[in-house]
């Protein structure tokens, strides 16, 4: 479909390459046990994933800083709860979390094959809202970083997506134009509507079953990407 105009693929990094639910699951699993945090660790995920994608979208309107972020998320899970957590641990907790939360690496199935297969023609990219030294560790980690010509995170270019300034970052950082590009990414804020404000083709995948809608073609696995490219 879009074979004979594109040229260069941008991809989000969490939750459309690197499967950040499972890993973020396996790191609190980690983390709770170690510092004997008695609570069950699926009730705990199942409070902190809604809290976490609220404060992650304050966090992209610029309403809180990545401190705020990392802390008040996690006393909001504990506060729900109702687990008297003192300050000092979460504060621990949040900086294990960033520690630990790179070294486990499962990526969505698929992902290996179809950056081999979409690297033979097309120059591919990435265009993160994560934390630099968080972001840089999660892909080399994962041994999925040679895949990638440009790495724009939003830390480094200052804003977050959907700000139109880190795509035209990206853009320009890999030497290409939005008509010739396409950008693949799990939210349709973030990654599709900011991309098309832009200019460039987008592709939804859709992996937390959002409504359907009209803005661009929807995708369910990254396989499906192949009907694309």
């Known amino acids: 479909m879009y074979k004979e105009v594109v040229t260069d693929v941008f991809f989000d990094l969490d939750h459309t390459l690197w499967d950040f639910e499972k890993n973020s699951a396996l790191t609190f699993q980690k983390i709770l046990s170690e510092n004997d945090v008695f609570v069950d660790v699926d009730d705990f995920l199942k409070v902190y994933i809604p809290i976490n994608f609220q404060y992650w979208k304050m966090f992209r309107e610029e309403k809180i ?39 486990f690496n499962h990526l969505f199935p698929g ?68 008509s010739r590009s396409i950008m693949i990414g799990d939210s349709l804020e973030a990654d599709i509507l900011g991309a098309k404000e832009v200019g460039l083709y987008a592709l939804h995948f859709n992996a937390h079953g ?5 803005h661009c073609s929807i995708i369910h696995s990254l396989d499906e990407i192949k009907k694309y490219l």
């Not at 998320?73 to 939360?101: C, M, N």
């Not at 959002?210 to 009209?214: I, N, V």
Request: net charge negative; proline share 3%.
């Open 65 to 103: 800083s990545k401190e705020n972020l990392r802390y008040q998320r996690l006393k909001s899970v504990f506060d729900a709860l109702g687990y008297k957590a003192t300050d000092e641990l979460i504060h621990l907790l949040a900086d294990e979390y960033i520690a630990h939360l790179s070294s």
């Open 111 to 178: 992902a290996i094959e179809v950056l081999k297969y979409l690297k033979t023609d097309y120059k591919l990219h990435i265009i993160t809202n994560g934390f630099n030294d968080v972001q840089e560790r999660k892909l080399k980690n994962s041994n999925i970083d040679g895949f990638f010509d440009v790495v724009i995170n939003s830390e480094l270019a200052g804003v977050k997506k959907p700000n139109p300034y880190i795509f035209e970052m990206a853009l320009n950082k890999a030497e290409t134009v939005a």
């Open 210 to 214: 959002e409504p359907l809608h009209t």
